[in-house]
């Protein structure tokens, strides 16, 4: 499968090695072109990027989602996992019990099926998502069964413990407790 990571910072470098490691094909879609997140990473402009994958994984700064997201062109009813976490000044959630950022998202991104996934541990268990013996749970939210289901597979294919949450509104309880993780 082809996943695109719009994002090329710790976190999508982190998930892009796993998924690479895990037999899938990988592109970074950036702004600048021309700076690479690490040699021989595939780069292309954020709307190729998009358009060549099967799946998107957003993972950028809650401050870029409003602008970068549009610019992802009709995603065509693909899937986008969002990875972000909506913390604005103060490092405070900028959505809560009402919505979620991934519901903004979702209002944002043209013809997405968006998924909440990865955004509720930190980086180090991205790299490594064990505990002993003991794999990292990691709950995966939305709608569309197809799409959830493949996200939990993309989760366990790197060594996630990935449980189901039907419903994109689960977000809201997954991003709160985001925070208690960072």
Known sequence: MRIAIIGAGNVGTTLGRAWADAGHEIVYGM????SSPY????????????ASADVVALTLPWAAVPEVVPALGDLQGKILIDVTNPIGPGFALTH?????GAEQVA?????????????TTGLENMANPKYGDQRVFMPVANNDGEALARVVSLASEIGFDAVALKGLHCARETELLAMLWI
């Open 107 to 119: 209002q944002l991104a043209t013809n997405a099926r968006v998924v909440k996934a990865f955004n």
């Open 96 to 100: 809560g019990h009402t919505t979620s």
């Open 31 to 34: 702004r600048d072109v021309a």
């Open 39 to 50: 040699p021989g990473a595939q780069v292309q402009a954020l709307q190729a990027a998009a």
